[in-house]
């Protein structure tokens, strides 16, 4: 019989795949576990239960969630919905403006900031700018286009000839290539800028021409408005060396466009000056319809087959470079704008089962992508979108199917650890501001505006204070005929039902918090028999397990008989109904019994109390026998 003494003090391979229970040569397995579920890992090993969601608001459907930080001191959140746009300032709503969208618009909906103002795009949808005057004034505008850039769609030999050279002039084509949605739309002949008044038929359309043209012969030197309500709109958008730079349209999805400098409506070429406008396709051997453009230390365009740089320092006419860098793509059914983390771009990939690290090596001078969900790609379920919390160093990304996945990143550390969140709904999208995380979580059929709170243990949770207890809190009607877990005065209370908005606690209170509860869950990988029994299968028995915790409150273990709160052992004695206090030292549980299954966990953490837990390590006593 042989006695083997475990310690486990580091939780920094996070939540490991199924795939990879058979594996405990890797690094991952001595630091991952099997199951994390609403914990976040600490850069130091231990894990801590992580923090309720606070309600905000309701909205009136599905929504995408965007940052809008003006200054240091004035940041809002705008969520756009089916023709409408809120502004959330802390959690007040600020402002409400009718917008052109629709709900079915949402998922391709791309957008970029600068200053005051943002800019918002969709292929179907003429480009919007959103600016900001004042807290409570916002507009919707379109692009005040000064050169709308061009592009020649018809056949090479198709011709024009102009019935006049100055003032209102007929165009006839040689070929059909006139449609009715070309009205106010600019085209240019033979150099020179026309804007098409009237569509008479497929082969000809009147125009002003501010310019005289050169004269009355056909002309094959023509092109018509690369975006149009024709030809579609742009698909995304960034600025990138005081360029706003366009990334792709509905007809022409692997095109990029660069504004004149400083000029960022400006898209005329001109004689390719270093300031002028820059204008070029993606051409290789596979589709690349552009899915995002990312200013980071180059110009990254993220498409549907690949990831691209695009170099020149600065970028002209004359020194602008592509070169495609890796062939991992992007989703295409909806836009999923990658986000910076230490300088490197991470996106989502578009198989649904990776979360790619797009990063710069200075040996090789290029750009490599590296899948940070290797190890978890159980938790991929076709990211639908993300959100980094600097402060915390957490990735959020939220799945088609509603889960959270949380990626813990502290490179310096070699943290890169994933973790589930789960909760009494489904997330549907995400945005961070300052390290205040946002979410849009479907409930009951609803969708509700929430953020993370350090204070709340609890999800879709509001609180209330009253200089006098009292057993009745009203304004809970967003969680109407749910089921509640409560903290009063900061001690649990049973769990009550919201009745007509309010609820009624079994005895008074002077604060309150309630919400709907979540689980927090850590269940450790199989323990590493093979280290000494070769691989031999032999009954085992768990004699002790030492939980070392910090400022915990509570902590249940199941050892084999059920979950069980771990007593605490305190100098003082704690009252009754009072708010627990927090411990922080060694726990110890014993364990009776053999049992044959070594894949069967040794202990498993699992509770739903509202109340704080920080785990260090855990230690554990086993024997095993032949």
């Given at each position: 019989?042989a006695?083997i003494?475990s310690?486990k003090t580091?939780?920094?391979a996070g939540?490991?795949?199924?795939?990879?229970?058979?594996r405990?040569?890797l690094?991952?397995?001595?630091?991952g576990a099997r199951?994390?579920?609403?914990?976040f890992?600490?850069?130091?090993?231990?894990l801590?239960?992580?923090?309720?969601l606070?309600?905000?608001?309701s909205?009136p459907?599905p929504?995408?969630?965007?940052?809008?930080?003006?200054?240091?001191?004035?940041?809002y959140?705008?969520?756009?919905?089916?023709?409408?746009?809120?502004v959330f300032?802390g959690d007040?709503?600020?402002?409400q403006?009718?917008?052109p969208?629709?709900?079915a618009m949402l998922?391709q909906?791309a957008?970029?900031?600068?200053a005051?103002?943002?800019?918002?795009c969709?292929?179907?949808l003429?480009?919007?700018?959103v600016?900001?005057?004042?807290?409570?004034?916002w507009?919707i505008?379109f692009w005040p286009?000064i050169?709308?850039?061009t592009?020649?769609?018809?056949?090479p030999?198709?011709t024009?000839t102009?019935?006049?050279?100055?003032?209102s002039v007929i165009f006839?084509a040689s070929a059909p290539?006139?449609d009715a949605r070309h009205?106010?739309?600019?085209?240019?002949?033979?150099?020179?800028?026309?804007f098409?008044?009237a569509?008479a038929?497929a082969?000809?359309?009147?125009?002003?021409?501010?310019?005289?043209?050169?004269?009355?012969?056909a002309?094959?030197?023509?092109?018509?408005a690369?975006l149009s309500?024709?030809r579609g709109?742009?698909v995304?958008?960034?600025?990138?060396q005081?360029?706003?730079?366009?990334g792709g349209?509905?007809d022409?999805?692997?095109?990029l466009w660069?504004?004149?400098?400083?000029d960022?409506?400006?898209?005329?070429?001109?004689?390719?000056?270093?300031?002028q406008?820059?204008?070029?396709?993606l051409m290789?051997?596979?589709?690349?319809?552009?899915?995002?453009?990312?200013s980071?230390?180059n110009?990254?365009?993220?498409?549907?087959g690949?990831e691209?740089?695009v170099?020149g320092?600065?970028l002209t006419?004359?020194?602008?470079?592509?070169?495609?860098q890796?062939?991992?793509g992007s989703?295409?059914a909806?836009?999923?704008p990658?986000?910076d983390?230490?300088?490197s771009?991470?996106?989502?990939?578009?198989?649904?089962?990776?979360i790619y690290?797009?990063?710069?090596?200075?040996?090789?001078?290029?750009?490599?992508?590296?899948?940070l969900?290797?190890?978890?790609a159980?938790?991929?379920?076709t990211?639908?979108?993300?959100?980094?919390d600097?402060?915390r160093r957490?990735?959020?990304?939220?799945m088609?199917?509603g889960?959270l996945?949380?990626?813990?990143v502290?490179?310096?550390?070699?943290?890169i650890?994933?973790?589930?969140?789960e909760t009494q709904g489904?997330?549907?999208?995400?945005a961070?501001?300052?390290?205040?995380?946002y979410?849009?979580v479907?409930r009951?059929?609803t969708?509700?505006l929430?953020r993370f709170?350090?204070?709340?243990?609890?999800?879709a949770?509001l609180t209330g204070?009253?200089a006098?207890?009292?057993d009745?809190?009203t304004?809970?009607?967003?969680?109407?005929g749910?089921?509640?877990?409560?903290?009063?005065?900061?001690a649990?209370?049973?769990d009550a039902?919201?009745?007509?908005?309010a609820?009624t606690?079994d005895?008074?209170?002077?604060?309150v918090?309630?919400?709907l509860?979540f689980?927090?869950?850590?269940e450790?990988l199989?323990?590493?028999?093979l280290?000494?029994?070769g691989?031999?299968?032999?009954?085992?028995r768990?004699?002790?397990?030492?939980?070392?915790v910090?400022?915990t409150a509570?902590l249940?273990?199941?050892?084999?008989r059920?979950?069980?709160p771990?007593p605490?052992?305190?100098?003082?004695t704690?009252?009754?109904d009072?708010?627990?206090a927090?411990f922080?030292?060694d726990?110890?549980?014993?364990?009776l019994g053999?049992?044959?299954?070594a894949?069967r966990?040794?202990?498993?953490?699992?509770?739903?109390?509202?109340l704080?837990?920080?785990?260090?390590?855990?230690?554990?006593e086993m024997?095993?026998?032949?």
């Amino acid at each position: 019989m042989a006695e083997i003494r475990s310690i486990k003090t580091s939780f920094t391979a996070g939540e490991l795949s199924p795939e990879l229970l058979g594996r405990a040569d890797l690094r991952a397995y001595g630091n991952g576990a099997r199951s994390l579920r609403n914990v976040f890992i600490q850069s130091t090993g231990g894990l801590t239960r992580g923090p309720g969601l606070r309600h905000i608001a309701s909205l009136p459907g599905p929504a995408r969630l965007v940052p809008f930080e003006f200054n240091t001191e004035q940041t809002y959140l705008i969520a756009l919905t089916d023709g409408l746009m809120q502004v959330f300032m802390g959690d007040a709503q600020v402002a409400q403006v009718a917008a052109p969208w629709t709900g079915a618009m949402l998922p391709q909906l791309a957008w970029t900031q600068s200053a005051d103002t943002l800019l918002v795009c969709h292929p179907d949808l003429a480009p919007l700018r959103v600016t900001r005057t004042g807290h409570t004034a916002w507009t919707i505008a379109f692009w005040p286009f000064i050169e709308v850039p061009t592009h020649r769609f018809a056949a090479p030999d198709v011709t024009l000839t102009p019935s006049a050279v100055s003032g209102s002039v007929i165009f006839t084509a040689s070929a059909p290539v006139f449609d009715a949605r070309h009205v106010n739309t600019v085209m240019r002949v033979a150099g020179k800028r026309c804007f098409i008044t009237a569509v008479a038929s497929a082969t000809q359309a009147t125009a002003s021409t501010p310019d005289p043209l050169p004269g009355l012969t056909a002309t094959a030197d023509w092109q018509e408005a690369a975006l149009s309500p024709l030809r579609g709109w742009p698909v995304t958008v960034c600025f990138h060396q005081d360029r706003l730079v366009i990334g792709g349209s509905r007809d022409l999805p692997n095109r990029l466009w660069l504004s004149q400098t400083g000029d960022l409506f400006n898209f005329a070429t001109g004689t390719g000056l270093d300031d002028q406008a820059i204008s070029f396709g993606l051409m290789s051997d596979q589709v690349n319809a552009i899915r995002g453009v990312f200013s980071g230390r180059n110009l990254q365009v993220f498409t549907s087959g690949g990831e691209w740089m695009v170099s020149g320092d600065p970028l002209t006419p004359a020194s602008i470079q592509l070169t495609r860098q890796t062939r991992i793509g992007s989703p295409v059914a909806r836009l999923v704008p990658p986000v910076d983390v230490d300088g490197s771009t991470i996106f989502a990939a578009r198989t649904g089962r990776g979360i790619y690290e797009f990063t710069y090596t200075d040996v090789q001078q290029a750009y490599q992508a590296n899948d940070l969900a290797l190890v978890a790609a159980h938790l991929m379920r076709t990211p639908v979108g993300m959100a980094y919390d600097q402060v915390r160093r957490l990735l959020h990304v939220a799945m088609a199917d509603g889960s959270l996945a949380t990626l813990t990143v502290y490179r310096t550390e070699q943290v890169i650890a994933w973790t589930a969140q789960e909760t009494q709904g489904a997330s549907r999208a995400l945005a961070e501001i300052e390290g205040v995380f946002y979410a849009a979580v479907e409930r009951a059929g609803t969708i509700r505006l929430e953020r993370f709170d350090d204070k709340l243990a609890l999800d879709a949770a509001l609180t209330g204070s009253a200089a006098t207890p009292q057993d009745r809190w009203t304004g809970l009607g967003h969680l109407e005929g749910r089921s509640v877990g409560v903290l009063a005065d900061q001690a649990p209370r049973p769990d009550a039902t919201i009745i007509t908005g309010a609820v009624t606690l079994d005895d008074v209170a002077g604060t309150v918090q309630i919400g709907l509860r979540f689980r927090h869950v850590v269940e450790p990988l199989p323990p590493e028999l093979l280290t000494a029994l070769g691989a031999r299968a032999a009954p085992l028995r768990l004699v002790s397990v030492t939980f070392r915790v910090l400022d915990t409150a509570a902590l249940a273990v199941d050892v084999g008989r059920g979950p069980e709160p771990v007593p605490f052992r305190r100098l003082d004695t704690p009252l009754l109904d009072a708010a627990p206090a927090r411990f922080t030292g060694d726990a110890k549980l014993r364990a009776l019994g053999w049992r044959r299954d070594a894949w069967r966990p040794l202990w498993r953490i699992e509770d739903d109390t509202p109340l704080p837990l920080t785990l260090l390590s855990v230690t554990t006593e086993m024997r095993i026998t032949d």
